[in-house]
């Protein structure tokens, strides 16, 4: 789960981190409010859940009240449109109010769970301010890197390592050991997979704060976290992931035409692979789970609820999913939704071949598959049509 910068520093005002003066903004009279609170100049930041809003237009500085009611204007309620945005753009709802400041340095502060070696890893690196993929692929030796241990967490020589290999004052290197220190805390308790800082700052005075903040967590662990899940924004989100998630379905929308319904996630990626093969395009990425009829029909549901899927493959492997179990699902699936598009069923494993005899009793248009390849080019076909 991914949340606005604004909540995320005001996570990291409860740890203890250094972040600059500010406040959160819905209308130009608010935007104003807070200015003039802080005091000229401030920044206004769109917030959505998207990187490169400055190369958007959705960061101006304003230089006193006439400059900050033109940009809170401009900015709320428009379409913001960045790499990391639909081509449509998302719609800004609100804004953030902070000081303005000339950074003397900018430095860049990451942390996130190495699947490689099995460990947290702090990243940080002088090149700060610019996006750190292209640090890794133009200058990977500017990326510094220290592990977590599990068993004894993150030490304090470890902060003060990297503060020197940023070539940091004393002072500045002790600022950015303790801001270490507790960014990690925070990573650890509240079930965080990225918690990063770009830029890291230090400001003309020489002290070291948080400019920017990105912070995502483990969706699974939110049951843990009531306080996290409550700055969930459902407007940040597409609305069939929302729905789908409501179910309890796995589901991500993707830019193809045929429609997914797999068992697993491994399974869906290599159903998603197939397609691409077959010289088809995915619609989705969609893990139904322990497959019961009622979750076969909601992700019926989901997927039929975008416009863009032409035809819908279903690729089911009966291990703890029985065949005729995920048969009687889908057929009443489609006698209920009122199925109007081509839809290709492949099962196999735990009594597949009951599922199967009921696919084709059913008096039902569904196109059966031998296998998977089968399927796949089956379900291409019918969409290409």
């Known amino acids: 789960m991914k949340i606005h910068e604004f909540q995320a520093k005001a996570l990291l005002r409860d740890y203890g981190v250094a972040v600059p003066k500010g406040a959160v903004a819905a209308t130009v009279r608010e935007a104003v409010q807070v200015a003039d609170e802080i005091g000229y100049p401030v920044v206004v930041k769109a917030q959505i859940h998207a990187g490169g809003r400055g190369k958007g237009g ?67 690196s002088e090149a700060g301010g610019m996006e750190i993929e292209e640090v890794a692929a133009a200058s990977p030796e500017k990326i510094l890197r220290a592990y977590v241990d599990p068993t004894i967490g993150f030490l304090g020589f470890q902060g003060r390592e990297l ?73 940040e989100e597409d609305p069939l992931e929302v729905k789908a998630s409501e179910t309890g379905v796995a589901y991500v929308k993707l830019d193809g035409f045929v429609g997914c319904m797999v068992n697993g996630a491994g399974l869906a990626m290599a159903t998603m692979d197939v397609i691409k093969l077959m010289g088809g395009a995915p619609a989705n990425f969609l893990d139904v789970g322990a497959a019961s009829a009622e979750r076969v029909a909601s992700a019926f549901r989901v997927i039929l609820s975008d416009p863009d ?75 290409q049509r």
């Open 163 to 235: 503060g020197f290999a940023m070539h940091l004052t004393w002072e500045q290197v002790r600022q950015t050991a303790d801001l270490i220190a507790r960014l990690v805390r925070l990573f650890e308790e509240k079930d965080c997979t990225l918690a990063e800082i770009n830029p890291l700052v230090v400001t003309q005075d020489g002290r070291v704060l948080a400019l920017d903040a990105k912070i995502n967590f483990d969706d699974n662990a939110l049951f843990r976290h009531p306080d996290i899940r409550a700055l969930r924004d459902l407007d």
């Open 309 to 383: 899927v032409k035809s819908i493959l279903v690729n089911i492997f009966g291990g703890i999913a029985r065949g005729d179990t995920i048969a009687t699902g889908i057929i009443e699936a489609v006698r209920e939704v009122g199925l109007n598009l081509p839809l290709v069923v492949r099962l196999d494993g735990t009594r597949a071949e009951e599922g199967k005899r009921m696919l084709a009793e059913s008096g039902l248009p569904i196109i059966v598959a031998t296998d998977l390849l089968d399927g796949a080019r089956k379900a291409v076909e019918a969409g």
């Open 58 to 124: 959705g960061i101006k500085v304003a230089a006193n009240r006439d400059e900050l009611e033109a940009a809170a204007r401009s900015i709320i309620g428009m379409k913001l449109r960045t790499p990391q945005t639909k081509p449509e753009g998302q719609h800004v709802h609100r804004v953030l109010i902070e000081e303005a400041m000339t950074p003397a340095r900018e430095l860049y502060l990451g942390i996130t769970l190495d699947r490689k070696v099995g460990q947290v890893v702090v990243m940080a």
